[in-house]
C-alpha cells in the first residue's frame, strides 16, 4: 500500500487518508500492544480538507482513479520521481472508458464551477465584456484550452499544482497567523483608545495579568525529544517508561499501518504537551496560537527526522533520530509565549495597510450610499407622477361620469324639464 501514501504526500499533504483508506484515530487510547490496536473504521472519519481551493475537485478525480485496475497496478510500481515527473499521468491514457467518461464529466463541473466564480467576481467589481475563457488561464491545477476532456496533462497538472501549492502551505499558514496576531494587538490598542485614563489602567493590568497566567506553565518537551516521547508512551499508551522502546513506539503511532508517520500522526503526538500550555476554558489561552504551535512542532520533527524530505517518516528514519545527542539531550524548547511574533515597524506597516483598505472601503460605501440616495430620489419621482398620472385619471373618470349622467343642450339648458 505504500505507493499510495507516496502518491498522497506529494499531491496533498493532509489527505493521506483518502488513497490508504486507512485513516488516523486519536493516540488517546491506552495500547499496551501492538497487536491489539482495534482496526480503524475508515467508513465513520471524514476525509480532512486540504485547504486548497480545488480541494474537492482533487478528492474526486483520486477516487476515481482508484477504481481503475490498472492504474492501480501502475501506481503500486511507481516511485516518487515518476508521479512529480508527471510520467506516471501517461498511464492515464490506458484507463478504461468508463473511468475516462468519469474523468470527463468531473472536468467540465469544475471548469463550469471555476467560470461561476470569476463571474462572481467580476459582476461584484461590475466588469463587463471580459473575455471569461481566458480568465481560466489563471487556475493552473487543469488544462483550460480543452475544458471539455481530462487528459493526461490534466493529472500533471493536478500533480504539480497540489505539490508545489502545499509546499507553500505552511508558509502561507504563518503568514496568516502573523496577521491575525497584529489585528488582536491593533484591536486592543484602539479599544484602549476609547477609554479614559482609569479604565485604561484597569485594561492594562488585567491585559499584564492574563500574559502572566498564560506564561505560567509546565516545562514543554522539545519535540521528538526521548523525554516527550517517552511522556506520550507513559500518560497516552499507557505503557511502563522504563519498557520505552522506540521501535515499538512507532509501531503504536503508525495507526493506519503503513510504514510511515505522516503528518496527522506526528501532530497527534503533541497534544500532551499543547495541552500543559492551552486549556480552551481559560481566557488567557488562544486556541489559534495552540495550532500555530502544533504546526511549528510539526514542522521541527519533521525537519530533524525526515531526511528525504518527502514528508513521510520512515521506521528508520525515527530509529536513526533516537541515536542522535539532541534525541537525548534536546535544547529548550521556546513557547510561541516567549517569541515576538512581529516588530512595531511591521505593526506600523499593517495598521497603515488597514487604513488604507478602510478608507477604499468608506469610499465605495459612501458611492453605495449616494446610489442608494439617487435611486431613492427616483423612486419618489416616479412615485409622484404615478400619483399625478392617478389622479388625472380620476378626475378624467369623474367629468366622464358627469357628462354621462347630465348631458347639456346648446345653450347650456338640460333636455330634462323639472315636473311642476
Known amino acids: 500500500m505504500m505507493w499510495r501514501t507516496i502518491l498522497l504526500?506529494?499531491?496533498?499533504?493532509?489527505?493521506?487518508?483518502?488513497?490508504t483508506a486507512l485513516e488516523a484515530v486519536p493516540i488517546d487510547i491506552d495500547k499496551t500492544k501492538v497487536e491489539n490496536a482495534q482496526p480503524v473504521d475508515s467508513a465513520k472519519i471524514e476525509p480532512p480538507d486540504t485547504g486548497l481551493y480545488y480541494d474537492e475537485y482533487l478528492k474526486q478525480v483520486i477516487d476515481v482513479l482508484e477504481t481503475d485496475n490498472h492504474f492501480r497496478e501502475k501506481l503500486q510500481k511507481a516511485d516518487i520521481e515518476e508521479i512529480k515527473s508527471g510520467r506516471l499521468s501517461k498511464e492515464l491514457d490506458l484507463v478504461s472508458h468508463h473511468v475516462r467518461t468519469k474523468l470527463d464529466e468531473l472536468k467540465r463541473q469544475e471548469v463550469a464551477r471555476l467560470r461561476m466564480l470569476i463571474k462572481a467576481?467580476?459582476?461584484s467589481l461590475q466588469d463587463t465584456g471580459i473575455d471569461h475563457h481566458a480568465l481560466l488561464k489563471q487556475f493552473d491545477h487543469l488544462n483550460h484550452l480543452n475544458p471539455e476532456k481530462f487528459e493526461s496533462t490534466d493529472l500533471d497538472m493536478l500533480i504539480k499544482a497540489?505539490?508545489?501549492d502545499l509546499e507553500h502551505y505552511d508558509k502561507a499558514r504563518h503568514e496568516e497567523f502573523k496577521k491575525y496576531e497584529m489585528m488582536k494587538e491593533h484591536e486592543r490598542r484602539e479599544y484602549l483608545k476609547t477609554l479614559n485614563e482609569e479604565k485604561r489602567k484597569e485594561e492594562e493590568s488585567k491585559f499584564e495579568e492574563m500574559k502572566r497566567k498564560h506564561e505560567s506553565h509546565p516545562k514543554v518537551n522539545h519535540p521528538g525529544s526521548k523525554d516527550q516521547l517517552k511522556e506520550v508512551w507513559e500518560e497516552t499508551d499507557g505503557l511502563d517508561p522504563n519498557d520505552f522502546d522506540p521501535k515499538t513506539f512507532f509501531k503504536l503511532h503508525d495507526v493506519n499501518s503503513d510504514g510511515f508517520l505522516d503528518e496527522q500522526e506526528l501532530e497527534a503526538l503533541f497534544t500532551k504537551e499543547l495541552e500543559k500550555v492551552y486549556d480552551p476554558k481559560n481566557e488567557e489561552d488562544d486556541m489559534v496560537e495552540m495550532e500555530e504551535?502544533?504546526?511549528r512542532m510539526r514542522e521541527h520533527v519533521m525537519n530533524e527526522v525526515d531526511t528525504n524530505k518527502d514528508r513521510l517518516v520512515t521506521l528508520e528514519e525515527f530509529l536513526k533520530a533516537t541515536e542522535k545527542k539532541e534525541f537525548l539531550e534536546p535544547d529548550s524548547w521556546e513557547t510561541l509565549d516567549q517569541q515576538q511574533f512581529f516588530t512595531e515597524e511591521e505593526l506600523k506597516e499593517y495598521e497603515n495597510l488597514i487604513s488604507i483598505q478602510e478608507t477604499e472601503l468608506k469610499k465605495k460605501a459612501d458611492e453605495l450610499q449616494k446610489q442608494k440616495e439617487e435611486l431613492q430620489r427616483q423612486h419618489d419621482q416616479l412615485e409622484a407622477q404615478k400619483l399625478e398620472y392617478h389622479q388625472v385619471l380620476q378626475q378624467m373618470e369623474q367629468k366622464k361620469l358627469q357628462q354621462e349622467i347630465s348631458p347639456s343642450v346648446p345653450g347650456g339648458e338640460s333636455k330634462i324639464q323639472p315636473r311642476m
Not at 504526500?9 to 488513497?19: G, N, R, S
Open 9 to 19: 504526500q506529494y499531491c496533498f499533504l493532509l489527505v493521506t487518508c483518502i488513497l
Open 121 to 123: 467576481k467580476l459582476d
Open 162 to 164: 497540489a505539490t508545489s
Open 293 to 295: 504551535e502544533r504546526l
